[in-house]
């Protein structure tokens, strides 16, 4: 079964509102069955981690048609129940591309079922900062990311000009910060014997949303021998495998698994049938511009939920999920468009310096987390302020049990 939408402007007279014709197909005996539903308001749950895998793109006589042998997401291989999964990897010379969660998760996989006699190769373009645990010399990272204090560290969209220059005189402070979780990551993981200490500061893994956990064990894998770290700028298909960039022997492989990630914002946009809609999903020179990273102004019923991440994905689905409720409860109204759009642009500028490199893959609101609730907890006329005294309100870590 898929959905998609078709949305239809009215008359003016209609006062802007929209048709929204919800398209559901089911198959039934090799017909396709469609009904049409008209509604005041559609809700996007599709998240960003499915349905549109990121699948690397290559030369057409060196792509994965010229591989004989097996080629598959980290999106099929999730759904693949134990055993089928363990036949799949068994005895097999695997390839996994990518270094985070998935990629790690399959290596080690992958590592228990070979061992050394059948390593499992693991290539990634760069390293990351992974981490080990969550508790950087026995501090718990929480309270070094996730209160007021340590966002006020950091510039944040739509603040004003002390703040900011307040950010910008405590930015030494915020360097000793990420310089002291660094240490302990390279201490634990044995990081400079590996070669795999990143070129750039924790922090900005933090504000782009790549840290994952590194699978207990890993690096001892990787000693032992059964699973070996391969850095790949890039790669193209043979016969026998890939051929990665600057070697000429091609590694010889009989499966590869991409642990590339999703094309998230591709999957909203896949939602809608309209082509004038699509256009308005168009990433190609900015990110996805949304209100309260939810609704876009030029969509104004159409809210999207699990688009933005942070440290604990369900905690600001389910801020924004609250703030979506007050919204079709009549609590408050949307601003106009115009206002909209200029905060929604404040916010893509702030993930166009936080994110980097991952600026059109994600939202990350893992660094802002606090102040993105604060303008929800605004819009919803509740007290930003959760906490009972000053003291906790600028150094204990936010929790979900804070907005209860």
């Not at 996007?44 to 997401?73: R, V, W």
């Not at 309270?143 to 204090?149: D, I, K, M, W």
């Not at 956990?213 to 770290?229: D, H, N, W």
Request: glycine content about 6%.
């Amino acid at each position: 079964m898929s959905c998609c939408l078709n949305l239809d402007r009215q008359t003016e007279r209609e006062r802007g509102r929209y048709l929204y014709g919800l398209l559901d197909y089911r198959i039934l005996s090799f017909k396709i069955e469609m009904q049409v539903h008209q509604v005041d308001f559609v809700v996007l749950c599709t998240g960003m981690y499915s349905e549109c895998p990121n699948i690397p793109e290559f030369p057409a006589d060196k792509g994965p048609k010229a591989f004989q042998g097996n080629i598959i997401h980290s999106m099929d291989y999730s759904t693949m129940d134990h055993q089928t999964a363990s036949e799949l990897i068994q005895g097999k010379r695997v390839a996994v591309v990518g270094f985070q969660k998935s990629g790690m998760d399959i290596a080690m996989e992958c590592s228990s079922a070979n061992g050394i006699k059948q390593p499992c190769t693991l290539l990634y373009r760069k390293e990351h900062w992974n981490m080990p645990d969550y508790l950087p010399w026995g501090v718990p990272l929480e309270f070094l990311y996730q209160n007021r204090f340590s966002e006020l560290l950091l510039h944040k969209p739509g603040q004003g000009f002390l703040p900011n220059l307040l950010a910008t005189l405590l930015s030494p402070l915020r360097w000793g910060i990420s310089k002291f979780v660094e240490s302990h990551i390279k201490k634990k993981l044995r990081l400079e014997k590996h070669g795999m200490v990143p070129p750039y500061s924790f922090v900005k893994s933090v504000n782009s949303c790549t840290i994952a956990t590194v699978p207990e064990g890993f690096f001892e894998r990787v000693e032992q021998g059964s699973i070996i770290l391969k850095k790949a700028r890039g790669f193209s298909f043979c016969s026998q495998g890939v051929v990665i960039d600057g070697e000429t022997e091609p590694l010889n492989i009989d499966l590869l698994i991409l642990a590339t990630g999703f094309r998230g914002v591709d999957n909203l946009k896949d939602a809608f049938i309209s082509q004038p809609f699509r256009d308005l999903m168009d990433t190609k020179d900015n990110g996805l511009q949304l209100y309260r990273r939810c609704v876009h102004p030029r969509i104004p019923q159409v809210a999207f939920i699990g688009f933005s991440e942070s440290i604990a994905n369900l905690f600001t689905s389910e801020m924004t999920c609250r703030w979506l409720a007050e919204l079709l409860d009549g609590t408050f109204n949307l601003p106009i468009i115009r206002e909209m759009e200029k905060d929604a642009y404040e916010w893509d500028e702030y993930m166009k310096k936080s994110s980097g490199e991952y600026y059109n893959s994600r939202s990350c609101l893992a660094g802002v987390q606090i102040w993105y609730n604060d303008q929800l907890c605004e819009d919803m006329g509740w007290n930003p302020k959760r906490k009972k005294s000053l003291l906790r309100e600028w150094f204990e870590p936010y929790r979900p049990i804070d907005y209860a």
